[in-house]
């Protein structure tokens, strides 16, 4: 009969002992966050690892295989692959880096403003976000990419951050218009705080977290679209390096059985979206499991 019964609001002992024995790493992507911090730190402290000029043509060279004066080996330009990996990841980093900034400017601003509006004024916006949505963003990417003519990191970043920020935009407008009656909200309205006053100070404060991960994996689609871009020739060109003008080789590499030309670059690539992909699950899990709490 006892075994049917339980007190309610006290933690058994053995319950605490499990709690207190919880490392602090247990349920964090510690792995993932190691290895992108290395590779972040590597891109971004290139000019100290490298072991040649990535951009020099040594034409006495060119693909090479894997030795000891060529890490890497070399690519059908006779360029040296792990110098260029370390540089052309820097750069695919600050296209994820800069895209992403700009598409959650946007997309903060953008939900915030139709949460704050009237209902008919929400639901135009709402419609046009939409219909964005509704058009793949690889269509959207090269439509602008083509206006703009000649590719560079600028053009690639700007492109990416104004078609990637309607997911961002939606979560916002939702938490606004759930954020806006609150007290302090209404209090520093009746002062003379501004729009951008009371979104600074008040509203991305609380809503912040709900994004969060939305921001990370915006990085990791960011750099997949820069890399798609190029495969297709569409993107940087061949002598600006990045990991996806690196891949628009693998033609060459193909046809001439040069593997590492395309196996190294793509692994570090596909290392640095799996990182940053697990990153963005835990802080969605995390969310999650607060909003749950509440």
Same mark, same amino acid.
């Given at each position: ?5 339980? =007190? ?8 605490k ?33 490298? +072991? ?7 034409l ?12 890497f080996? +070399? ?15 820097? %750069? ?36 046009f ?14 439509f602008?990419?083509a ?15 104004? %078609? ?9 407008? %939702?938490e ?15 002062m ?11 509203? +991305? ?7 969060m991960?939305?921001? =990370? ?14 495969f ?23 046809? %001439? ?19 940053v ?18």
């Amino acid at each position: 009969m006892k075994e049917q019964f339980a =007190i309610v609001g006290i933690i058994p002992a053995s319950e605490k002992e499990r709690v207190q024995k919880r490392k602090w790493y247990q349920g964090k992507p510690v792995f993932p966050m190691v290895f992108l911090a290395l590779i972040i730190a590597g891109c971004f402290a290139c000019d100290l690892i490298m +072991t040649k000029d990535p951009a020099y043509l040594d034409l006495k060279n060119f693909n090479v295989a894997p030795n000891r004066e060529f890490l890497f080996g +070399t690519d059908s330009m006779g360029r040296d692959i792990f110098s260029m990996i370390w540089y052309g990841g820097r %750069t695919s980093l600050v296209i994820g880096i800069v895209a992403t900034a700009l598409s959650a400017a946007v997309g903060i601003i953008f939900g915030a403003l139709s949460g704050s509006m009237p209902e008919w004024a929400d639901g135009v916006l709402m419609r046009f976000t939409e219909i964005l949505l509704s058009v793949p963003g690889l269509l959207l990417v090269v439509f602008l990419q083509a206006i703009l003519g000649k590719a560079n990191v600028l053009s690639i970043s700007f492109v990416i951050g104004i %078609t990637s920020w309607m997911s961002i935009a939606k979560v916002v407008r %939702t938490e606004v218009r759930e954020l806006r009656t609150r007290e302090y909200v209404i209090v520093s309205k009746c002062m003379g705080g501004g729009f951008f006053h009371i979104l600074w100070k008040h509203l +991305t404060p609380n809503f912040i977290s709900a994004i969060m991960f939305m921001v =990370i994996l915006n990085i990791r689609n960011a750099i997949v679209a820069e890399s798609a871009l190029s495969f297709m020739g569409l993107g940087l060109p061949v002598e600006e390096i990045s990991w996806g003008s690196m891949l628009s080789l693998s033609e060459n590499a193909l046809l %001439t059985n040069a593997w590492w030309i395309i196996l190294i670059p793509g692994m570090f690539l596909l290392i640095t979206l799996v990182c940053v992909t697990d990153l963005g699950n835990y802080l969605r899990r995390r969310f999650n499991r607060k909003e749950s709490n509440l």
